[in-house]
Structure formats: structure tokens, C-alpha cells
T-cell receptor, first 110, second 112 residues
Framework: DAKTTQPNSMESNEEEPVHLPCNHS???????IHWYRQLPSQGPEYVIH???SNVNNRMASLAIAEDRKSSTLILHRATLRDAAVYYC???????????FGKGTHLIIQP | DAGVIQSPRHEVTEMGQEVTLRCKPI?????LFWYRQTMMRGLELLIY????????DSGMPEDRFSAKMPNASFSTLKIQPSEPRDSAVYFC??????????FGDGTRLSIL
């Protein structure tokens, strides 16, 4: 499994954009980059995934570096409900188990 | 839509007792995963099934742990005998082919 490096924690203000970085320099050519988040006292929740191109959905955007060694999860307008631990996970896909690292604890200030 | 359903939500039992955790995946999903979360080790994959067949159980900590999936709508994770170090939150997740995994709310297990 590819090793990932994420900041232990980040802090942002409500209604501002948040950029969560992830380094995955050993990612294999066929691995997708998945992002999950875990709100307090809940199970992890899928956020977004991509392979090479930038991706957008209703929750977030994913910017993937051209060399695929890093990616950035973008929350365009953070709310208090976005306070969670965010995990970046290179993986072949949902049919395989996920290897979670320590993630980034995102704190949102009102 | 019903998500992944886990039971019980909380379990407190004494060391040495048998513990059975249950999971009902999302209808139509063909992959099922069991994870464990502790403060020390974070989220760990224990075992996963594709089409009811165990594919990788290398994360199961020891022989005291066993998991079954008798049909597409039910799975169990059993610990016998239980030990205090098994205390954790156990999550079940399901997915359809290579789609995103959907997690249940977990079972918080405390072994006294």
C-alpha cells in the first residue's frame, strides 16, 4: 500500500475555503486517490475519489498533481459540520479493503 | 435508503465471554468489510468478503476472531474468548463492486 503524509491538524474559519493536502509519492499507477472523512462518533464517510483528472462533486473538489504524487481536497465553503478527521487513501478501488492513516483533524472556527 | 446496519450499538461484557457483532450491508452491495478502530492503532481492516467469500483475513488479529457471511444480507464477527485489549469500535462497511464504501455507525465494544 502507498504511504501517505497528511498534516495532523488544520484549522479554518467557517464559510472560508479549506485546502487539505496529502502526499502519496509511492502511489501505483493504477491506484485511485480516495478521500473519506469521519465525523465525531460516526463511521467514516466517502467524500470523493479520482485517478488523474481533477474531480468535483457536491461535497468537495479534488485536485490531483500532474505526477500524482500529491493531491488536495478542497472544501469550497467550510461549515461547522465539516469538522472531522479527513483521510487520504490511495487504493485500487472499493472492492479492496482501505488502509487508513492518521488523517487530518480539521477544526472549523465559527 | 437504509444504510449499513450494525448491532448492537454498544456491548459491555466480561473477559472470557463470547461476543458476536452483526452487520446487514446495503441491499445489492457485493463487498463487505470489517474494520476496528482504537486510539492507539486507528482504523484497521480486519477482513473483507466479495460475493460472500472471504478474500483477505490477514488483518484478523488472532484465532480468537472469526467472521462469516452466510448470505448476501448478513455477516457476523465473533470474538471467543474476548479479552480487554479487544475493546474498540468495530465498523462494518459495504460497497458495490469498486464503488465507495458505506460504513455503519459501529459497535462500541468494552471488555471488562
Amino acid at each position: 500500500d502507498a504511504k501517505t503524509t497528511q498534516p495532523n491538524s488544520m484549522e479554518s474559519n467557517e464559510e472560508e475555503p479549506v485546502h487539505l493536502p496529502c502526499n502519496h509519492s509511492t502511489i501505483s499507477g493504477t491506484d485511485y486517490i480516495h478521500w473519506y472523512r469521519q465525523l465525531p462518533s460516526q463511521g467514516p464517510e466517502y467524500v470523493i475519489h479520482g485517478l488523474t483528472s481533477n474531480v468535483n462533486n457536491r461535497m468537495a473538489s479534488l485536485a490531483i498533481a500532474e505526477d500524482r504524487k500529491s493531491s488536495t481536497l478542497i472544501l469550497h465553503r467550510a461549515t461547522l459540520r465539516d469538522a472531522a478527521v479527513y483521510y487520504c487513501i490511495p487504493s485500487g478501488g472499493g472492492a479492496d479493503g482501505l488502509t487508513f492513516g492518521k488523517g487530518t483533524h480539521l477544526i472549523i472556527q465559527p | 435508503d437504509a444504510g449499513v446496519i450494525q448491532s448492537p450499538r454498544h456491548e459491555v461484557t466480561e473477559m472470557g465471554q463470547e461476543v458476536t457483532l452483526r452487520c446487514k450491508p446495503i441491499s445489492g452491495h457485493n463487498s463487505l468489510f470489517w474494520y476496528r478502530q482504537t486510539m492507539m492503532r486507528g482504523l484497521e481492516l480486519l477482513i473483507y468478503f466479495n460475493n460472500n467469500v472471504p478474500i483477505d483475513d490477514s488483518g484478523m488479529p488472532e484465532d480468537r476472531f472469526s467472521a462469516k457471511m452466510p448470505n448476501a444480507s448478513f455477516s457476523t464477527l465473533k470474538i471467543q474468548p474476548s479479552e480487554p485489549r479487544d475493546s474498540a469500535v468495530y465498523f462494518c462497511a459495504s460497497s458495490l463492486f469498486s464503488g465507495p464504501q458505506h460504513f455503519g455507525d459501529g459497535t462500541r465494544l468494552s471488555i471488562l
